[in-house]
T-cell receptor
Framework: AQTVTQSQPEMSVQEAETVTLSCTYD???????LFWYKQPPSRQMILVIR??????QNATENRFSVNFQKAAKSFSLKISDSQLGDAAMYFC??????????FGTGTRLTIIP | GAGVSQSPSNKVTEKGKDVELRCDPI?????LYWYRQSLGQGLEFLIY????????KSGLPSDRFSAERTGGSVSTLTIQRTQQEDSAVYLC????????????FGPGTRLTVL
């Protein structure tokens, strides 16, 4: 079975600095999708970034980028120029085949003004 | 356009009662998912509907849990004889075709079983 592991329950970063959230996963598949979702206190899950496993190029969305290491099964999220609005729970997720998302347990990110 | 909506936002019930949670997906989205988020935990898949296909019920934790989707749109998750361990946030999501596209989430229903 696929599993997703986030080993950092909590992280903090100074405003305007850069922070990296870690995620590893386990799968025997070669073609799959990886996601980072953000969940602020409002509970609304928001897609931050998506990576297709067959693409070697790391995905980037404005201040958010990933470091996708397929052989190592690692998928970290880098947030540059951190802003107060980035404070939230961040979930790494995996998707293959039957379309359900498998989530990690999340990392709570605190932004220090 | 409108996003995924869920009702009620919060539900408090007594142990042993039945509850129904509702999800209205984004119009035109053929796929619908239910997830459960227990306190301090990640999201756990419950059930998946895709068009007219038989739903994937592999994530339902017990036979007290059931869900239906009427007319390919609105979905209802029913929990019978609720237990305290059922207390959680129940999230619904929808997507256009397969889950390889973005899943759009609703705000969730917080269920508290006393």
């Amino acid at each position: 079975a696929q599993t997703v592991t986030q080993s950092q329950p909590e992280m903090s970063v100074q405003e305007a600095e850069t922070v990296t959230l870690s995620c590893t996963y386990d799968t025997s598949e070669s073609d799959y999708y990886l996601f980072w979702y953000k969940q602020p206190p409002s509970r609304q899950m928001i897609l931050v970034i998506r990576q297709e496993a067959y693409k070697q190029q790391n995905a980037t969305e404005n201040r958010f980028s990933v470091n996708f290491q397929k052989a190592a099964k690692s998928f970290s999220l880098k947030i540059s120029d951190s802003q107060l609005g980035d404070a939230a729970m961040y979930f790494c997720a995996y998707n293959f085949g039957n379309e359900k998302l498998t989530f990690g347990t999340g990392t709570r990110l605190t932004i220090i003004p | 356009g409108a996003g995924v909506s869920q009702s009620p936002s919060n539900k408090v019930t007594e142990k042993g009662k039945d509850v129904e949670l509702r999800c209205d997906p984004i119009s035109g989205h053929t796929a619908l998912y239910w997830y459960r988020q227990s306190l301090g935990q990640g999201l756990e898949f419950l059930i998946y509907f895709q068009g007219n296909s038989a739903p994937d019920k592999s994530g339902l934790p017990s036979d007290r849990f059931s869900a239906e989707r009427t007319g390919g749109s609105v979905s209802t998750l029913t929990i019978q004889r609720t237990q305290q361990e059922d207390s959680a946030v129940y999230l619904c999501a929808s997507s256009t075709t397969s889950g390889r596209n973005e899943q759009f989430f609703g705000p969730g229903t917080r269920l508290t079983v006393l």
